[in-house]
C-alpha cells in the first residue's frame, strides 16, 4: 500500500523533533498534555493488519522477541508475553517517520533495536535508537533521505550492526552511498571508499534503489575488535552488484562471478560455515519483476552455486532465510509471480534441492476474514517480500504480503498440510480516506485505500468482508440517509479497468449488502459525451429519506429511482459538490470554491439557487486535498434541519437557516484541516465538534462542545500517529466518541477516559 501524505502543517512539530534529536533527548511514549486537554483513550477499530510489511526481523539475542516494519504505519514489536503487535512510533508528529525503510536488532543486547525512519526522499530521514525494546526513543535526523514508502522497499536489510563491535553501524542508502556510524547511530559518515557512491537525491520521484543489504561476517573478528570481513550489495543498474572488504570497511573491491547484470540483489544473509546466500530479482519490486535468481556464494573459496528453485518462473525472488537451529536450512519467496501465484520454497541442503509449500499450505483467515476478498479460502499473497524463520524455532515460519502477515508454527512437517493464520493482532496498517458514523445500524462505516472498507459492527472484531458489488479498490466517498440511515452509498476507484464497470454503490442494510450503480455518460462542454465516474471522482450523497442520490460528476447528476433513470443538474456550475441535509429530504446544498458561492435546493435537487449565504468570507478557501480523495467541506447536523457547517480557510463557520446566513463559529486561535459532529454534551444544544487542527502552536485532535467558541485537545504526546489524518467524525449516538481515520495507521476511536473510582 502506498498512500501519500495528508497533514501538511507539521513544520512546527518537526522542528521540535530536530531539536530533541540534536540533544539526544528520549522520546518516549508519555502522555503529556498541555493547558485546555482532556484525558482520552485510544484504540484501534480492528481489521487486521491490511497494508504492505516489506520486513519481519527477528532478535537473535532473545527467544520470542520480533520486529515489523511497514511502509506508512511505523514499525511493531512482538510482545510474545501478551501474544501481540505493539506499535512502537504511535508519539511521533512526523509523518514521514512512520515510513520504515529497515530494522536492525542488536545482535548482542536483546533491549537496543534501531530503525531507518524515512518515508520518501521527500520527507525527513532520522536513525531512531532504542535500549528498551522501544519502549522509548532517541532520534538522530541524518542529512541522507530515505525511501520506507517507495518502489524497492522490501530491500534489506539496509541497517547492519557489527556484532563484534556493536557501537559500529553500517547503512546502505538509496542514494548517497554507504554510511557508516560508530557511536551507537548518533553520528554518520559517508564510506568514501565504497565504489558506489549513490545517484544523489532526486530532483523529481525517482526510485533509486542504493545499496540493498549490508552484511558483517562475525567469523572475520572478535569481540571487542570489530569484524573485518563485510559485504554490501548494489541494487541500482551497474555492471558490478556485490562488494566485500576485509578491512573493517576501509577499502573494498568487488566479488567477481555473481549473476548477470541485470539481477539486482534484493536479499542475502550469511550462514555459520560462510555461505553467503542472495535472492535476485530484475527489479526492485514490489511491482515490476519479470525474473530472479537464488545463489550461494562459498565465501572462503569464492565459488558460486545457481540454487534457484523454480528456474524459468514469471517474477523474482525476495524473501530469504536460514534456519539458525539447523544448518543448511533456509527458505525464499517469490515475489511478483502472478502465474501460477506467489509461494515459499524450503531447502534442508543448501539449497540441492527445494519444496514448494504453496500447494500443501492453507490458511485459517478468522482473525482478518476480509483476506478472502469475497472467496471461500483466500490465496497465498501478493508481494511476498519479507521472509522469516525463527532462530530459536525452525518451525516457525512467517512471510509478509500486500495485505498481511502469515505464520505457522508446523514449519517442521516434513509432508502434510501446513496451516497459516495472519500474525496481526494489534498491526492496524491501513490509509483510511472516509469514514461515516450512522445515527441509526453499525455505529462506524469506512472506507479504505487498496481494501475498499468495511461495515463495523463491533469495533473490536474484524469485519467479514469488505464493500461488495461492486468491489472498489478505494472507496472515496461514503453518506447515509439521516432519517433513514439503513440507506448508505458509496463512490470510489474500480478495481479493474472494465469500461462499464461500476464506481458506485447503494445500500438498504446499513452497508452489509450493496448494489452496484453506474452514472451516466455526460457531454461536458465541447467534449464528447463519457463516463466521468470512471476515475473514482464522483462523490455521491442521498436525500435524508434515502429516496434521492446526487452524484458529483463535472455536470452533477441524480437520480430518484436507484439508477434505473438520471437527470442532470443544470443549476450547478461544473465540479461543485452536493450534500444532504440530515433532517429534510427536500434540503440540498452545494459549494462551488471556484467561484465562491453556496447553492442551496429546496426541491429534492430538481433546481439549485445560489443563497444568501450572509456571513461568508467573500473568498471561500478550500484546505486539504482537492482530489477525488478529499472530504466534504459542508456537513449537515444530524436531526436538524437547515443546520450546516461550513469550513474554509481553516475556519468554521455554520448556518441554522439553510444556508442564509452564517455565523464565524471556530475560535480566532485554532486553525482547523478536517472536522466532523457528535452527540451533544449533556445540557448543551450544540452537536460535539471534532477536528484535526492547530491551536497554540501545538497541532492534534480537539473537541468543542460549545458550538466551536473553547477547544479542548484530546489527543495526546503519546497518541499522535505522525499526524497523519484523512478524516474524523463523532458518533451521533454516543458523546464523546471519536473516530479518526489514519494514513497508515488504521482507523482510531476515542473515548474520554475512565477515571478510577467512576
Known amino acids: 500500500m502506498s498512500r501519500g501524505p495528508f497533514w501538511s502543517r507539521d513544520r512546527l512539530a518537526v522542528r521540535l523533533i530536530a531539536i530533541l534529536a540534536a540533544l539526544c533527548v528520549p522520546l518516549a511514549g508519555t502522555a503529556a498534555r498541555g493547558e485546555g486537554a482532556e484525558p482520552y483513550d485510544w484504540a484501534n477499530v480492528t481489521v487486521g493488519a491490511g497494508g504492505f ?114 557501537s559500529t553501524l553500517l547503512f546502505g542508502s538509496r542514494h548517497d552511498g554507504l554510511q557508516r556510524s560508530d557511536d551507537n547511530g548518533q553520528t554518520w559518515r559517508k564510506v568514501a571508499e565504497f565504489p558506489h557512491a549513490g545517484l544523489g537525491t532526486p530532483a523529481r520521484r525517482v526510485a533509486h534503489a542504493g545499496i540493498s543489504f549490508v552484511l558483517f561476517d562475525p567469523a572475520s573478528g572478535r569481540p571487542g575488535e570489530g569484524s573485518r570481513t563485510i559485504y554490501a550489495a548494489v541494487a541500482d543498474p551497474a555492471e558490478q552488484h556485490l562488494y566485500r572488504s576485509d578491512d573493517g570497511g576501509e577499502s573494498w573491491i568487488a566479488v567477481p562471478g555473481e549473476p548477470a547484470a541485470e539481477m539486482l540483489p534484493v536479499k542475502g544473509e550469511f550462514d555459520a560455515a560462510g555461505n553467503l546466500y542472495i535472492a535476485y530479482a530484475t527489479g526492485i519490486g514490489p511491482n ?57 520454497w524450503l531447502s534442508d541442503d543448501q539449497g540441492r534441492s527445494w519444496r514448494d509449500l504453496g500447494p500443501r499450505s492453507r490458511r485459517d483467515t478468522s482473525i482478518s476474514p476480509f483476506l478472502n476478498w469475497g472467496e471461500e479460502e483466500a490465496d497465498f499473497g501478493h508481494w511476498t517480500a519479507g521472509l522469516a524463520i525463527d532462530p530459536f524455532n525452525g518451525g516457525t515460519l512467517a512471510y509478509t504480503t500486500g495485505a498481511t502477515v502469515y505464520r505457522t508454527d508446523e514449519g517442521g512437517k516434513s509432508g502434510g498440510t501446513m496451516l497459516w493464520r495472519p500474525w496481526v493482532r494489534g498491526i492496524e496498517q491501513t490509509a483510511v480516506i472516509t469514514i461515516i458514523s450512522p445515527t441509526g445500524g453499525a455505529p462506524l462505516i469506512s472506507g479504505f485505500g487498496d481494501l475498499g472498507g468495511f461495515v463495523h459492527d463491533r469495533l473490536d472484531v474484524s469485519p467479514p468482508h469488505m464493500h461488495l458489488e461492486p468491489q472498489l479498490s478505494n472507496t472515496n466517498n461514503l453518506d447515509y440517509a439521516g432519517l433513514a440511515p439503513h440507506v448508505v452509498v458509496r463512490s470510489g476507484s474500480r478495481r479493474t479497468q472494465d469500461p462499464d464497470g461500476a464506481t458506485l454503490g447503494w445500500s438498504e442494510d446499513g452497508g452489509h449488502t450493496w448494489h452496484a450503480l453506474r452514472a451516466p455518460a455526460l457531454a461536458v462542454g465541447d467534449a464528447p459525451a463519457r463516463r466521468y465516474d470512471l476515475g473514482g471522482e464522483a462523490p455521491i450523497s442521498v436525500s435524508a429519506d434515502g429516496a434521492t442520490f446526487v452524484v458529483g460528476t ?17 443549476d450547478l456550475p461544473v465540479g461543485a459538490r452536493a450534500i444532504a441535509d440530515k433532517a429534510d429530504p427536500s434540503l440540498f446544498y452545494a459549494v462551488d470554491f471556484a467561484g465562491g458561492r453556496l447553492y442551496v435546493s429546496r426541491d429534492g435537487a430538481r433546481t439549485f439557487s445560489p443563497a444568501a449565504a450572509k456571513g461568508l468570507p467573500a473568498i471561500l478557501v478550500r484546505v486539504g486535498r482537492t482530489d477525488r480523495e478529499a472530504q466534504p467541506a459542508l456537513v449537515a447536523t444530524p436531526g436538524s434541519a437547515g443546520d450546516i457547517w461550513l469550513l474554509s480557510g481553516h475556519r468554521l463557520y455554520r448556518s441554522r437557516d439553510a444556508g442564509g446566513t452564517f455565523d464565524l463559529a471556530s475560535a480566532d486561535d485554532i486553525g482547523i484541516s478536517l472536522f466532523g459532529l457528535g452527540k451533544a454534551a449533556h445540557g448543551h444544544d450544540d452537536p460535539a465538534i471534532y477536528a484535526v487542527g492547530e491551536k497554540a502552536n501545538q497541532p492534534g485532535v480537539w473537541r468543542s462542545d460549545d458550538g466551536g467558541a473553547s477547544w479542548v485537545r484530546i489527543n495526546d504526546d503519546a497518541h499522535q500517529w505522525g499526524l497523519r489524518f484523512r478524516a474524523v467524525s463523532g458518533d451521533p449516538r454516543l458523546y464523546g466518541r471519536v473516530y479518526v481515520a489514519t494514513d497508515g495507521r488504521g482507523l482510531l476511536y476515542g473515548d474520554p477516559a475512565r477515571v478510577a473510582g467512576n
Open 554 to 570: 463535472p455536470m452533477a447528476v441524480v437520480t430518484r429511482n436507484r439508477g434505473r433513470t438520471w437527470e442532470a443538474i443544470e
Open 288 to 344: 515490476d519483476i519479470d525474473d530472479g535468481a537464488v545463489w550461494r556464494l562459498e565465501t572462503r573459496g569464492g565459488r558460486w552455486t545457481d540454487i534457484t528453485p523454480d528456474p524459468g518462473s514469471e517474477g523474482g525472488y525476495m524473501g530469504l532465510s536460514l534456519d539458525r537451529s539447523k544448518p543448511g536450512r533456509l527458505a525464499v519467496s517469490s515475489i511478483n509471480r502472478w502465474h501460477p501465484g506467489d509461494t515459499v
Open 53 to 166: 510489511a516489506p520486513n519481519i526481523v527477528f532478535s537473535r539475542a532473545e527467544p520470542g522477541l520480533a520486529y515489523l516494519r511497514t511502509d506508512m504505519g511505523g514499525a511493531y514489536r512482538w510482545d510474545a508475553r501478551e501474544e501481540r503487535w505493539v506499535p512502537l512510533q504511535d508519539g511521533t508528529p512526523v509523518g514521514s517517520y512512520m515510513g520504515i525503510e529497515s530494522i536492525a536488532a542488536d545482535p548482542v543486547n536483546p533491549g537496543t533495536v534501531y530503525l531507518a525512519a524515512g518515508m520518501g526522499w521527500w520527507g525527513e530521514a532520522a536513525i531512531w535508537r532504542s535500549r528498551d525494546r522501544g519502549a522509548s526513543w532517541t532520534v538522530f535526523e541524518v542529512p541522507f533521505k530515505m525511501g520506507g514508502n517507495e518502489p524497492g522497499r522490501g530491500l534489506g536489510e539496509r541497517l547492519a550492526i557489527d556484532p563484534n563491535h556493536p
